[in-house]
């Protein structure tokens, strides 16, 4: 068995998670893989677990974020109302 990274849970169906860097980690869900890896939003902190927007050096999980963080021309839909 293999033994979580975030809470340390010793489970048999556990998985290991191999970043970009090269770094692994092995996870007993994808709850604690979230909980470790996904980036945080850079206004408002949640974890980006979708696409999520990245502008100037930063990652927003939404557009709204993004606006309130300095960047006007984020936008969540490319069409234009009606």
């Not at 999520?52 to 234009?80: K, L, M, W």
């Amino acid at each position: 068995m293999s033994v979580c990274d975030v809470c340390g849970n010793d489970y048999d169906q556990a998985f290991t998670l191999r970043a970009a860097d090269g770094r692994e980690f092995t996870f007993d869900s994808f709850e604690c893989a979230i909980h470790r890896c996904a980036p945080q939003c850079a206004h408002c902190a949640c974890r980006v677990i979708g696409h999520g927007i990245q502008a100037r050096g930063f990652v927003y999980c939404c557009a709204h974020c993004a606006r309130v963080s300095g960047v006007p021309e984020a936008t969540d839909n490319a069409e234009q109302p009606a």
